[in-house]
């Protein structure tokens, strides 16, 4: 190990509604971050191509039936999966901006009727995020949107209840954006609150810690 001390990246999430915008904006932002100089990569969440993410997206797409705790656990071993190559990234400097992430594993599962703390139990020891941006639409805008792609959880009623359960989970790293303003609006938003976060995670007196404690 050499003595220059690397500048972690920072761990962005990008939460919200189905249609609410988060891969486009996500995609943007990972564009302007390398366009100020900023090592970034675009990960999401869930990741269909592992094998796990084959049986969920099997599950998405009404091609497979599953008990509504085992989808739940399948989703947060598919970041399971993942985490350590999220900290190895974040540790060597790149910024991960991420579609979906824990936030939506419970607000979906409990919107079922799960119970809450059930649901968070699998999601403890994974990477905690440094910002959680939310989009924030209501849930029958989200619906206008172009119609819904025809996944498993794109109803309007199960949205509706989807919206409820995200509201309790809102905790310090949380920043709601209005979604419902023009693309450009919420584009800027979010790149200087992400630049922020970047600055601050360059800083290197914050260090990565742990979902949910
Ligand atoms: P996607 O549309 O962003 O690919 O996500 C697929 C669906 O899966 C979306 O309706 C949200 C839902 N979901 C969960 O139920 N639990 C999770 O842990 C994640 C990441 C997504
Ligand atoms: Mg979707």
């Known amino acids: 190990e050499g003595n220059k001390k690397v500048c972690r990246g920072a761990l962005v999430v990008l939460e919200g509604l189905d249609r609410s915008g988060k891969s486009s904006q996500c995609s ?10 900023i ?25 497979s039936q599953l008990d509504d705790h085992t989808i739940h656990l399948l989703f947060s071993a598919n970041r399971w999966e993942k985490r350590s190559l999220m900290e190895t990234k974040l540790k060597s400097g790149t ?13 979906f599962s409990s919107a079922k009727g799960l119970d809450i703390e059930w649901c ?15 989009l924030d639409i209501p849930p029958e805008k989200a619906a206008e949107r172009g119609g819904y792609g025809g ?21 310090v790293s949380w920043k709601s954006v209005d979604a419902c303003q023009p693309i450009e609006d ?20 914050k260090p990565l810690s742990l979902l949910w404690s």
């Not at 943007?28 to 100089?37: D, S, T, V």
């Open 39 to 63: 090592s970034a990569e675009l990960w999401r969440f869930p990741d269909r191509n592992t094998d796990v993410g084959k049986m969920i997206s099997a599950y998405l797409t009404n091609t």
């Open 28 to 37: 943007r932002l990972a564009n302007y971050l390398e366009g100020q100089g």
């Open 120 to 134: 968070k139990a699998p999601e403890v020891g994974l990477l905690a995020p440094d910002l959680v941006a939310y």
């Open 186 to 205: 919420v584009e800027k938003q979010l790149q200087e609150i992400v630049f922020d976060c970047v600055t601050e995670c360059q800083k290197g007196k």
């Open 151 to 171: 996944e498993r959880y794109e109803k309007l009623e199960f949205q509706k209840k989807v919206a409820e359960s995200y509201k309790a989970l809102h905790d």
């Open 95 to 107: 910024t991960l901006i991420v579609d979906r992430y824990s936030y939506s594993g419970v607000a």
